[in-house]
């Protein structure tokens, strides 16, 4: 499986841009890039996936480096809603997607 | 209602003891997973199934047992607890089990045990 590399923990502002980074230097050619996140005592909820070019959704933006070492979670406006732990996972299927959680990003909105 | 259920949401039970935990959904997804999250930790695989009567291991299997006769019901068995098991339990759903798709999780069901 894939490394994964996330800063413990960020904090940032309501209503201002987050850039969550994550680096995945060992990822495969077939693995996408997942992101969950992980709202304090619930089950984690799927933010966005993508695989080479960057996405959109309506939670985020994902951001693929060229080389898809290294991948940037967007989330536009910070809401208090989206304080939250944030994991990046590249997911390798092998027989079923195994998604393997590491420790994460604790993202602190200060209102 | 629809969606992906887990009970009991809450157990305490004692060392030696056989505990069963529940997961249910309603999408009649194919896949479906169980996972454990220890104390400030991430999620770990404990199993999965692909599709009613086939599981297979995930990274910690050893302690658990899991069934599923049924596509909506994918049921998590202690067989002797023990206390290194004293975690969160989350279970999963997706209708694809392919290299990208949205996993559903359910809200969790926190194990004591003493």
């Known amino acids: 499986d894939a490394k994964t590399t996330q800063p413990n923990s960020m904090e940032s502002n309501e209503e201002e841009p987050v850039h969550l980074p994550c680096n995945h230097s060992t990822i495969s050619g077939t693995d996408y890039i997942h992101w969950y996140r992980q709202l304090p005592s619930q089950g984690p909820e799927y933010v966005i996936h993508?695989?080479?070019s960057n996405v959109n959704n309506r939670m985020a933006s994902l951001a693929i480096a060229e080389d898809r070492k290294s991948s940037t979670l967007i989330l536009h406006r910070a809401t208090l809603r989206d304080a939250a732990v944030y994991y990046c996972i590249p997911a390798r299927f092998q027989g079923a997607q195994k998604l393997v959680f590491g420790q994460g990003t604790r993202l602190t909105i200060n209102p | 209602d629809a969606g992906i259920t887990q009970s009991p949401r809450y157990k305490i039970t004692e060392t030696g003891r056989q505990v069963t935990l529940m997961c249910h959904q309603t999408?009649?997804?194919?896949?479906m997973f169980w996972y454990r999250q220890d104390l400030g930790h991430g999620l770990r695989l404990i199993y999965y199934s692909a599709a009613a009567d086939i599981t297979d291991k995930g990274e910690v299997p050893d302690g658990y047992v899991v069934s599923r006769s049924k596509t909506e019901n994918f049921p998590l068995t202690l067989e002797s607890a023990t206390r290194s098991q004293t975690s969160v339990y989350f279970c999963?759903?997706?209708?694809?089990?392919?290299?990208?798709?949205?996993?559903?999780f359910g809200p969790g069901t926190r194990l004591t045990v003493t």
């Open positions: 999408w009649s997804h194919s896949y």
């Open positions: 999963a759903s997706t209708e694809r089990g392919g290299l990208a798709g949205e996993q559903y």
């Open positions: 993508g695989l080479t």
